[in-house]
C-alpha cells in the first residue's frame, strides 16, 4: 500500500490509497475491525496512517480467507494468531488437495477422450463429484467453528470416493425404510423406527465421528436449509416427513 504524507485522510482519499472500497472501510468500522483515529467536526471518518497497517493485516487476512469476525478476534489477541495461521493452512491444504483430484479426474477423462482412446464416460462423473466436493467445503465451512473446521478437513483425509459411494447408498436405502416404515404407519416410539434412529447416527458418526463440535456445526447446517446452494439443495436435502419421522423416532429413544 502506498502511504501518503498527510497526518489524516477521510474515508475515500484513504480508499483509494489503501487500494479497497470505501464501503469496505464503513463495514470494517461496523465490525470493531477498524476504526478510525477521529472524525471530522461534521462527523467525517479520518484515517491516520497508522491504519494503513492494521488494514494491511485485514487484507491479508481475508485473502486466506478467514471470516472477519475471526480476525476481529485475532487482531484483539495476537497470541491466537500463529494457531489460526496453522488451522487455515490445513484448510487450504486440503482444498489445493481436492483441486489437484478434480484436476487428475479431468486429466484421465482428457486421455480417454483422445482418438485413439477407449471412451470411458464414468470418469466424467468423477469430475463432477470432485469439484462438487471442493464446492460442499466452501460453502458449508461457515457453520463449523474454526476448532470444528479443522477436525472437519482432517477426518476429510480419510474420505474416498469408494467410501463416498458406499455411504451415499446407505443413506438412500435408509431414506428409502424410512418412507416405507411411514407408509406403513409405524410409531417412530416403535421396534423398527428405533432401529432407523441407530442406523441414522450411525452414519451420522461416520462424518462426525462422534465428535460434539462438529456435529454442532452440520445441525446449524441442517436448520439453515433455506440458504442452501441450489446444487446442495437437490443433492442433500431431505423430504420433510422423513426428516420428522426420524426426529420423533430419536426423541422416543432418549
Do not use: C
Not at 128 to 133: K, L, R, V, Y
Not at 235 to 244: A, N, S
Amino acid at each position: 500500500m502506498k502511504q501518503g504524507r498527510k497526518e489524516l485522510y477521510h474515508a475515500q482519499e484513504f480508499a483509494k490509497l489503501a487500494g479497497v472500497t470505501v464501503r469496505a472501510l464503513h463495514h470494517y468500522d461496523r465490525l470493531g475491525l477498524l476504526q478510525p483515529k477521529q472524525r471530522s467536526q461534521a462527523g467525517y471518518r479520518l484515517y491516520a496512517d497508522r491504519d494503513f497497517a492494521r488494514l494491511e493485516q485485514i487484507v491479508v487476512l481475508k485473502f486466506l480467507g478467514m471470516p472477519l469476525k475471526q480476525i476481529r478476534s485475532l487482531l484483539t489477541s495476537k497470541s491466537k494468531l500463529g494457531d489460526a495461521l496453522r488451522r487455515q493452512k490445513t484448510v487450504l491444504a486440503e482444498k489445493r488437495r481436492q483441486l489437484d483430484k478434480a484436476i487428475q479426474a479431468i486429466t484421465n477423462a482428457q486421455t480417454s477422450f483422445e482418438p485413439d482412446g477407449e471412451q470411458d464416460w464414468r470418469l466424467l462423473r468423477f469430475i463432477i463429484q470432485e469439484i462438487e466436493m471442493q464446492n460442499s467445503m466452501d460453502w458449508s465451512k461457515k457453520y463449523y467453528s474454526p476448532e470444528a473446521q479443522e477436525k472437519v478437513e482432517e477426518r476429510k483425509k480419510l474420505w474416498s470416493p469408494e467410501l463416498q459411494e458406499r455411504v451415499s447408498r446407505e443413506w438412500a436405502q435408509l431414506f428409502a425404510d424410512i418412507e416405507a416404515a411411514i407408509g406403513t404407519g409405524e410409531d417412530p416410539a416403535g421396534a423398527q423406527a428405533q432401529t432407523l434412529a441407530a442406523r441414522w447416527k450411525k452414519l451420522l458418526e461416520g462424518f462426525t465421528g462422534g465428535d460434539p463440535e462438529i456435529q454442532r456445526g452440520l445441525n446449524k447446517m441442517w436448520a439453515d436449509q433455506a440458504n442452501w446452494p441450489d446444487q446442495s439443495l437437490r443433492t442433500y436435502k431431505i423430504k420433510p416427513e422423513v426428516q420428522e419421522f426420524i426426529m420423533k423416532a430419536m426423541r422416543a429413544g432418549k
